[in-house]
């Protein structure tokens, strides 16, 4: 009697490889300043990146995908919550 490993039945999972990274330690830092500066974060980009989304969304609602509109419409509610946060950031400024 043969006994069976997990390797060989078909469809086994192969496992991942590994994500690559920069090589170079000067466009690790590069790659790393641009996503911490803070004009990529101003809230014009998140009314904007908001609306990009919900209207992604609804197109794909449209089109009759409801697991990719679900993804974009999670994406907008995202950029909702960090407007919602640069609101009551910028009010808390204003106080005296």
Do not use: C, W
């Not at 500066?37 to 197109?59: C, D, F, I, K, W």
């Not at 990719?68 to 919550?81: D, G, M, T, V, W």
């Amino acid at each position: 009697m043969h006994m069976t490993t997990t390797s060989e039945f078909r469809g086994a999972v192969k496992p991942r490889r590994p994500i690559k990274m920069l090589r170079k330690p000067q466009m690790r830092q590069a790659r790393h300043s641009v996503r911490n500066n803070v004009a990529t974060r101003s809230p014009e980009n998140a009314q904007r990146n908001y609306e990009r989304y919900l209207a992604l969304a609804n197109a794909e609602a449209l089109k009759g995908d409801p697991i990719a509109a679900e993804n974009y419409f999670q994406h907008a509610e995202h950029y909702l919550r960090s407007m919602h946060e640069n609101d009551a950031t910028a009010a808390h400024d204003r106080r005296p």
